[in-house]
């Protein structure tokens, strides 16, 4: 437990002490989507969902804490990540807590065998017209390898934004590298095949509702979804 504690301290550490420079103002930005159905990386996670966010940024640091919350159906995922990264240029370096009630574990049982959290470590880059991201699980509640040892199970997703007929897209490839329980693979998996299309919908002159669309494919499982969300955004608080 107290290895794991020093682990995750010292990546905060080591992000805190890049934040020589950039903008001096806190900003936050409190928003919600409402989506059909939760689907993370190319797995069904859940129904029904409103998956809340707060998002505080100071000096090219950003401390995200979002959740997510099904409404129709009782065993659908209850989930909590707080998310601190820090960007500079194209380059993003962060850190993930992943906190779901999939297991009997409570939230506050940080224990190194039996917690329910997943810490993962994030390395970006945006190059502008794809933006590329690494993602390693390095401690907490990983998945296991065929030999039944901790897999650090990854992922890595390229994703390019554009756009066509007046709404802005994204066209998304997700892959796990190696297999693992945690994405549910036996070997290396394209798990992601996504367009996502986005547009602002104007309600009066102050005011518009950002709605989005999304279709998924996941060659791995052979699964199909297709996405609705609306996001309601107070802006900056």
């Known amino acids: 437990m107290k290895d794991l504690r020093f682990r995750v301290f010292s990546i905060l550490l080591v992000l805190g002490c890049l934040s020589a420079t950039a903008q001096e103002k806190v900003e936050s930005v409190l928003s919600s989507d409402l989506v059909s159905q939760y689907i993370w990386r190319g797995m069904h996670m859940g129904g029904v969902s409103l998956q809340p966010e707060l998002d505080l940024g100071w ?13 129709v159906n009782a065993d659908d995922v209850q989930e909590i990540d707080v998310n601190l990264s ?53 401690a907490g509640c990983d998945g296991l390898d065929s030999k039944g040892r901790r897999a650090y199970s990854s992922y890595f997703e390229l994703t390019a934004p554009f756009s066509l007929a007046t709404c802005e897209w994204e066209a998304s490839l997700g892959i796990v590298p190696w297999g693992t329980t945690y994405y549910k693979t036996s070997e290396f998996s394209v798990t992601n095949v996504s367009i996502k299309t986005m547009r602002d ?27 609705f969300g609306i996001t309601l955004r107070v802006g900056k608080i």
């Open 201 to 227: 919908i104007k309600i009066t002159d102050h005011f518009s509702l950002p709605v989005f669309a999304q279709f998924i494919g996941n060659p791995s499982s052979k699964c199909a979804y297709f996405v």
């Open 86 to 138: 820090y960007t500079t240029g194209g380059l993003t370096l962060g850190v993930v807590d992943y906190w779901s009630d999939t297991t009997d574990s409570h939230y506050f049982n940080y224990g190194s065998k039996d917690t329910s959290h997943v810490f993962e470590a994030i390395l970006g880059y945006d190059f502008g017209v794809v933006n590329a991201m690494w993602q390693t699980n390095f």
């Open 59 to 71: 000096k090219g640091l950003s401390l995200m804490v979002s959740g997510n919350v099904g409404l």
